[in-house]
């Protein structure tokens, strides 16, 4: 499979990312003035003179960043993951040192971290999006537990700051330890949906790459009945893509391929089985073979 591409050309000169990181530096600077100050025409000012600085930085900067490699692309796309993951870090440590002093500016940090990430957040990026399928299937789960841990402890935390009678201390610490149970529960089933997700990929992924090479070393006679098979066989593996990698709701949550890759591999598949043995039937196959493979570490077939 061809890896996505990269636009060719001259590379641009050095000085066009220094330049647009020396933008952006004056960029937080005028923000750092502009909310200091009190004067209501100077903010304006300092802020429309930051959009155009950040907008001209990016200009400047961009034709840099697009004539890089492959593997420049690949880390310059996954920073803002991994800025949100550090930004997570350091949040919870931060909410921690309030601990046991100050448990209610802890529980509402903690409590912030599960409602910025059920909100939304900083999701995975789509680009390069099969070469990085099985590091979604890990890194999914894993923040959408941390998220859920996160939520249980602060909400713990503030619920033992609240003014109870000391006779309902015993109610309150069972509420805590059920909440915290089902925290358990809840994480195990995270990761045990994602291991029967990559299970159903895998075996589905692997059947339509059967069906699409019988049909394409099948007798004539044989077409329609083989091309009936191969249809079947991507409904089925069309309805698994479908899936959030660690939720059921399909509002929320990580793609297992964005739409647009899988609407992509839609149109191969279908010209695949149009005209058996196509460049898309060579095309499809290698995707398919992706998936499998970033799937091979999470099969558990008694999950």
């Known amino acids: ?24 530096a004056t ?23 930051s959009a155009l600085l950040l907008f001209g930085s990016y200009w400047i900067a961009a034709p840099w960043f697009v004539a ?77 537990v941390a998220a859920m841990c996160c939520g249980t402890v602060g909400a713990v935390c503030l619920i033992r700051t609240l003014p109870i009678p000391g006779r309902y201390a015993p109610a309150v610490f069972a509420a805590c330890l059920s909440v915290v149970i089902g925290l358990v529960v809840s994480s195990k089933k995270v990761f045990e949906r994602v291991r029967k997700l990559a299970t159903q990929l895998d075996d589905r992924a692997e059947n339509l790459e059967r069906c699409l090479t019988r049909l394409s070393r099948g007798a004539a006679a044989d077409r329609d009945q083989l091309r009936n098979a191969a249809e079947d066989a991507w409904d089925d593996l069309h309805r698994t893509l479908r899936n959030k990698v660690e939720t059921g709701f399909h509002l929320y949550g990580t793609f297992v391929l964005p739409p647009a890759r899988l609407a992509t591999l839609e149109s191969l598949v279908m010209e695949a089985i149009a005209n058996p043995g196509a460049l898309a039937y060579r095309e499809a196959i290698a995707r398919l073979i992706v998936i499998r493979a970033a799937c091979a570490s999470k099969i558990d077939t008694v999950a």
């Open 68 to 144: 890089r490699s492959e593997t420049w692309h690949r880390v310059i796309t996954f920073v803002p993951m991994t800025a949100y993951v550090t930004a997570v870090g350091l949040v919870v440590a931060a909410a921690l040192s309030f601990l046991p002093d100050d448990p209610v500016t802890a529980g509402s940090a903690l409590l912030m971290i599960w409602i910025f990430h059920i909100g939304g957040g900083i999701r995975e990026p789509t680009s390069f999006a099969y070469e990085r399928l099985r590091g979604r299937l890990t890194w999914a789960a894993a923040l959408q």
């Open 27 to 49: 960029v937080l600077a005028l923000t750092a003035i502009a909310l200091d100050t009190t004067s209501l025409p100077l903010f304006r000012v300092l802020a429309a003179l």
């Open 1 to 24: 499979m061809a890896s996505e591409p990269v636009t060719p050309g001259a590379r641009p000169a050095l000085w066009r990312p220094l330049a647009g990181a020396a933008g952006t």
